[in-house]
């Protein structure tokens, strides 16, 4: 391994991004409540930091979701679960979607959001 070449276990060990798009064929407000049902069995498994489902701005049937994990096997553990299968199935049928694991590279927080009325929106689904 050189000096520029990638650590595979220090990889493994390292905060992930999944990325999800999906494209939605159901009613949009039908698949933010499934999204919120598997948001909820998310938010329990070991490693989760944070993710945001965000709808484009100006095609209301497509989807982001993104997920901040401690390390890829939390990820994989939380992805594996049998009960996380009942909720991977019910999203499926509403919508395809594209899953994509990424690792961290750079990280850089911005200034703070101002106070006002978009505060608290990340709690809506």
Known sequence: MTDHE?????????????VNTFTVHAEPE???KEFA??????ARQPGLIRHTLARHAERPGQYVNVAEWRD???????????DFQPHAGAL??????????YLAR????????????????????
């Open 6 to 18: 990638p650590d595979a276990q220090a990889e493994e060990a390292g905060a992930v991004t999944f």
């Open 30 to 32: 039908v698949f933010e």
């Open 37 to 42: 049902r598997t948001s909820e069995f998310m």
């Open 72 to 82: 890829v096997a939390s990820f994989r553990a939380a992805v594996s679960h049998a």
């Open 92 to 101: 499926r049928a509403l919508a395809e979607s594209r899953p994509e694991l």
């Open 106 to 125: 750079l990280r850089r927080d911005g200034d703070p959001a101002p106070e006002g009325p978009a505060s608290g929106a990340e709690d809506r689904i």
